[in-house]
């Protein structure tokens, strides 16, 4: 309760402070407006160049991935049958 009283006593201490210095309101403003345009800018250029940065790597570092020969194939499917036949002697022992 005591929050809502001092947010509204606050509220209406604004809008009389608005009210009296509106023109210097006014000047603060059409100075900090350029300023947050700037800053907002610069922000959006960096974070621009950054992800324009890490695109950059990814491009670099894709692999050339080569299609698997038969060959190799076959010397897997081999191996593969050797450890299952492994596998089934050790669950027997």
Same mark, same amino acid.
Request: glycine residues 12%; charged residues 25%.
């Given at each position: 309760?005591?929050? +809502?009283? =001092? #947010?509204?006593? &606050?509220?209406?201490? @604004?809008?009389?402070? *608005?009210?009296?210095? $509106? !023109? ?13 345009? +700037?800053? =907002? #800018?610069?922000? &959006?250029?960096?974070? @621009?160049?950054?992800? *324009?940065?890490?695109? $950059? !790597? ?19 499917? &081999? ?11 050790? !669950?027997?022992?």
């Amino acid at each position: 309760m005591k929050t +809502l009283i =001092g #947010g509204a006593v &606050a509220a209406v201490f @604004g809008l009389i402070g *608005l009210s009296v210095w $509106w !023109k210097p309101f006014l000047q603060l403003l059409a100075g900090a407006i350029p300023v947050m345009l +700037l800053l =907002g #800018g610069g922000l &959006a250029l960096y974070l @621009g160049f950054d992800e *324009l940065k890490d695109t $950059w !790597k990814k491009e670099d570092t894709k692999v050339d991935t080569a299609p698997v020969q038969t060959d190799d194939v076959e010397k897997y499917k &081999a191996e593969i049958g050797e450890l299952k036949k492994e596998i089934e002697g050790l !669950k027997k022992a």
